[in-house]
């Protein structure tokens, strides 16, 4: 065995020292990423002594005193949780504890700047007992700051695409959902699909706003989709803002409907316009 690399079942004490002559790297993180990410993170930077992780690029520490666990072998995954990432997530950092334990660095930003926090292995969070639990914060001033105006800028940019929109301001469907008159109008028309949320909010990929002559009426086209299903899950719309009225077909589960009870015209349109839009004119 390699006395350098001891792992024990018995809290954070039997688990360190894994440091040893016998350990190879099998991968290491990537210049850019190590100047992002890298460096000293503490549940207290302040304090000397307090629970560390140190982040380079053949290794990651966890730090509790004079003892130590080493994770090597590491990766960088900026997908770790898909399409589902948490707010402010960054990047996942993994690695091995001697090449048979997986552990989780979680690499994610606020409002006080950036800090990781532990996943991975079951039997290695145990023996970490209440550090796994721990968030570890940069120690880096300058890393802290240009993250906190970072997240400070994204929250301010998400609360500007929540604002209300004036009413004939809209210039894309994101946009026109937040129009109160149209909202109110939509809400209405869509009935039962409100409960279909990509639907209700338009917030997946759509065409620049148009305008459209039907049966001698002026209507402003809007057409949008479900985001990462276009093909499947898409929508037209027509809506005449003097008499707030919206028409629209909705097509969802391998069917087209409609919504807003339109006149034969305006449905014939809406037909043509959703072959345009959504099937290349087929």
Known sequence: MDKGCLFR???LAGLLLCLGSGATAQGRLEADVLKLYGGVYAVDCAQPQSPRVRVGADAILVEQG????????LQASHSFFGQSAPPGFFVALMGMIQGRHDIVFLVQGDARGQYLALDGNPTVLANLGGLAKSTFRSCDAAINQRVAGEMKAEQQAQAAA???????TAKWPSELIRDARFKTAYG???GPLAGQAWLARMDGPGVELSQAQVAGERYQLAAFCKQHDCGDHNAVLL???PRARVYGLVHMAGRNQFIGSPPQP????LNRLWRREWRQGR
């Open 266 to 269: 305006v449905a014939a349109e």
């Open 239 to 241: 809506y005449d803002a």
């Open 9 to 11: 079942t018995v809290g």
């Open 66 to 73: 004079d003892r130590r666990l080493t994770a090597q072998s």
């Open 162 to 168: 929540r604002a209300p929109v004036a009413s004939g």
């Open 188 to 190: 209405r028309t869509l």
